[in-house]
Each structure stands twice: as C-alpha cells, then as structure tokens.
C-alpha cells in the first residue's frame, strides 16, 4: 500500500512567526500532536506537542512571546506520496519519529503518522503469516 492511500490531506499548519500560543491552540481545535509549518505551501518545520512541552512550558517560557521558528525543528525527514507504507515505517524506525510529512515536487500533500500505519503493517503481517502457513499445508 502506498502512502497517498492513507496519507492525512488536512494539515493543521501555521506560519514560521507565528506564537507557539497559536500553534498550540491550532493544534488543539484539530486533535492533532504536531503542526507543519509552511510558507507559501513549503514546509519548512515541524512542531510537535512534545516541543512546546520540553521547550516552552517545561523552561517556564511565555507562549505568546515564543516564535514557532524559534523552536520548530527544521531538520525534515519527509518522502513521497508513492513510498510503500514498509518503506515509510522503516524510514520513521531509523530516524526514531512518529510524523512523517509527505511531498510532491516541493509541495506539501500530507502526513502520515505511526497511528495510521500500524494497522496497515499488522495487517501486512498478518496477511504474511497467513501466506506462508497455506504454503506449509
């Protein structure tokens, strides 16, 4: 299965000089752990609620006072909406992340996170399995 089957399109996304208040009111009203930052649909970071956790509250940091840019973490490991969903896995796996943005052509297309792709390995493996016990009979 490939990531563009599963892939979130709706993207609670912010702005690089936006306050992590707004952030984390955007990440709030969309149920959501992280938020992509974009510029003129670029992404440019990623600020997860972890980040505003470890860097903003537990360091006593006003919200409202803080820059999304002065936090977020540019340093994106992103793929393709036509990355196979083991592929994607391995790739989270190695880097030790859950999110995993998703581009085409320098453009944003979505996310796609472990939430989404756990079912979909079990399954996978379970199909494997599955397969390989007909295989023995």
Do not use: W
């Amino acid at each position: 299965m490939l990531l563009r089957e599963i892939m979130k399109r709706e993207l609670v996304t912010v702005e690089p000089a936006a306050s992590i208040k707004e952030a984390a009111e955007r990440m709030k009203s969309g149920d959501v752990g992280c938020t992509l930052i974009t510029e003129n649909g670029v992404l440019r970071g990623i600020l997860t609620d972890r980040d505003i956790t470890c860097n903003v509250v537990a360091e006593g940091k006003d919200p409202d006072a803080i820059k999304v840019k002065e936090i977020m973490n540019k340093d994106i490991i992103f793929t393709s909406p036509e990355t196979d969903t083991l592929e994607a896995s391995r790739m989270m796996a190695q880097k030790k992340i859950r999110r995993l943005p998703v581009q085409s052509n320098g453009r944003l297309e979505g996310l796609v996170t472990m939430s989404e792709l756990a079912p979909i390995l079990r399954e996978e493996m379970d199909n494997f399995f599955n397969l390989e016990e007909a295989y023995r009979h």
